[in-house]
């Protein structure tokens, strides 16, 4: 068997160069895309279907003599801070004693890219009553999906470990069903002159900022005992 | 030599495979070219990862591992020797029972299939058989018969 010479394998080295450089282009390429922000047009035309009978989550008795309407951004730093520091408070004292209705609307602000995919996320578990747990996870694992190129993953984990009907799920996910009225929420929220996230709407005012529960509490009372 | 030449290709092919995979485990890449969606069902699953580590990072440095030996058995002065190809059988065989382990999860656990991890699971079966040829083409009665044949 003759020797090989290193001169002779240089074609080989050619060949095995020109792959691994078509192979690491292609990684870099795919890497310097948009991931999977696309998930869930911004750019759909809202239907009338959209909105019917739908006018936002909501929590709390139909009876409470106050409703405040949440306008807010999945991947929004300051809302996941009002979602996990301060609501518990709202939930406990104010909605869970009857005393508030609570109405969450999506505003998906357009520098956040996984925003509309947690938004419709959050809508698929909706279809399967688990809309408050499925906005609970996303809001608490924010920092872990929030910087991911896909976040679809994470989303699916927490339906998992909600228990939800995951092909349910992926069928929900995959036909985007939810986008336009992820649009419809954010066009009226718009409308109303919200401009940031998150945004409230109490008493026919907008407050700007994430409130503290303490602040929410005392416009709640303002408007329940305009005499106080 | 032939051999070692496919191995080498077949172990680069798998680098960029489990690259891939791993990349998109990371987040580095926002989609997998999968169909119908089963890598995302599979990459996304707790058996995504073994002993805390992504399982497309074993790939990775499986593959590597493999790619490195199989040069090192290309060079003129390791030609004739019979270690490189008993280790990249070694190598590539525990590649593939933990990718029959893998392949298993995909089918029966996870009842999902991840066309990326099936092209992988293909790429180091195909190293196990170029291994195994290697080896038989280099068996030492072989080795001796054609000693005496030769001029």
Redesign the interface.
Known sequence: ?A????RG?TP?YA??GV??LA??A??AY??A?????GGVPANVVVQPSDTAGFRGYVMGADTAPVEVVEYADYQCPACQGFATVQMPDIRRDLIATGRVRWRYRDFPLSQHRHARLAAHAAACADEQGKFWEMHDLIYAGQADWA????A???F??YARQLGLELGRY?GCM?SNRYAGRIQASFEEGQRIGVQSTPSFLIGGRIYAGALASDRVRQLVDSIASPGR | MKYRMGVAVLSLLGILVSAYLYLYKIGAIGTLACGAGGCETVQSSPWSRFLGIEVALYGVVGYLGLLVVSLVGLQPRQEARRWPDDLVALMSGVGVGFSLYLTYLELFVIEAICRWCVVSAVLIGAIFVLALLARRHRHPGRVAREAVQEP
């Open positions: 068997m020797a090989t010479t290193r394998l080989f060949v095995l792959i691994a192979g690491v292609l990684l795919l890497a895309g948009p991931g999977s922000a910087f991911r190129g896909n679809g993953g994470a699916r984990d992926d995959d």
